[in-house]
């Protein structure tokens, strides 16, 4: 019964996500004040009724301020002005998606053990896409150029972090997250070179699309091992 009254939230979630991207894609831009700062609410208190059980956990309050920076910022970015504000609050979202990755995998970290080359190897493909979107808009960052590499810095690690955890959790659960992880790294990209390289029309449907998606993969995920660790 409760993961019945759980899964409503989906739904709301689902109804705000389609409302949204029908506003985006029809131009109704101002309108949107209506229905993108509520878009990760839903998942938050999904995720808050559905984990009852880890009640004041660190995992429980990393993944429930993910949403709530995510929702800040979703806000933040609605006004072209307020744009640095609103990269700050992402910046946090990843930050504690970094802890809340670390703490769902099944092995501890032990840094004699860890074959750095490999694991170089591994995230290769993650920091060539991130240096490229870089190198495309670097000329025009100006004042924000020190900002943006700190938060490319953060998705990135927040990328390798949920690419780590293969092996280390239920594969339902890796490659939830860590697709999810990768359709955030690439919404973000599409939404530098849209602001910092070549505008094109698509651009806010890409990047709503693939970001509403890698926040309920990363969510779904972080449940998968959480409901494989009660087995």
């Known amino acids: 019964m409760m993961q019945r009254k759980g899964v409503l939230w989906l739904y709301v979630f689902l109804f705000l996500a389609m409302i949204d991207m029908t ?16 878009l990760m609410l839903p998942l938050l208190f999904y995720f808050l009724y559905t984990t009852k059980l880890i009640k004041g956990s660190l995992l429980r309050k990393c993944v429930a301020a993910a949403l709530v920076f ?15 504000y609103g990269m700050g609050a992402f910046f946090m979202t990843h930050c504690c998606y970094i802890i ?41 960052l100006q ?15 927040m990328a390798t972090l949920a ?42 449907i890409l990047i709503m699309g693939t970001y509403l998606v890698a926040q309920l993969l990363i969510l779904m995920g972080i449940r998968s091992h959480l409901i494989t660790m009660k087995k």
């Open 163 to 204: 690419r780590e955890r293969y092996g280390r959790t239920d594969p339902s659960s890796f490659w939830q997250v860590f697709i999810g992880a990768i359709l955030f790294l690439i919404s973000d990209a599409i939404l530098a070179l849209d602001m910092f390289f070549k505008p094109y029309p698509e651009a806010g």
């Open 70 to 84: 995510a929702s800040i910022g979703d806000t933040l970015l609605l006004f072209p002005n307020l744009f640095l």
């Open 100 to 140: 809340a990755f670390k703490l769902t995998q099944n092995h501890s970290f032990n840094p004699l053990q860890v074959n750095f080359v490999k694991m170089f190897l591994y995230n290769l493909p993650i920091y060539i896409g991130a240096a490229f979107v870089y190198f495309l808009i670097h000329t025009n």
């Open 23 to 38: 506003l985006l894609i029809q131009g109704f831009f101002k309108l949107r004040i209506f229905t993108k700062p509520l």
């Open 143 to 157: 004042d924000l150029k020190i900002p943006v590499i700190i938060y490319l810095l953060a998705i990135v690690m």
